[in-house]
């Protein structure tokens, strides 16, 4: 099985809801965040990533865990993921290959397909 290791970030609003986005051409809604360039610490992937997905600017990230299940959008593939409580700043746009956002409820989600490392690793840990 092929592994894949990423760096994700939890930005909730005022509410305690948190974004998800959805990437172009698939169905399941995930964190926002993405994969390490060689050498490249979490802090500095996440930063990255933020401004690259959704831009806006890091301001701060919390470290809440390292999580594994199966990939969303690859078969036969494990991810790994880096999770942090990131605070943000800026506008969040859906740009690059993000198609959608979405706000959720981490106790009650929709009946929307989530990855399965949001639902059955993070979502519970925040709910």
Known sequence: MKAVEV???????RGGRVLTVRK???????????KRNPGEADIDTLSRELGEELGCDLVSAQHLGTFDAPAANE????????????????GLVAQAEIEELLWIEPKSPPSVRLAPLLERQVLPRLA
């Open 7 to 13: 760096v994700a970030g939890v930005i909730r609003d």
């Open 24 to 34: 172009r051409g698939t169905s399941a809604f995930m964190l926002p965040g993405g």
């Open 75 to 90: 078969p036969e593939t494990r991810v790994y993921g880096s999770i942090y409580l990131a605070d943000v700043a800026g």
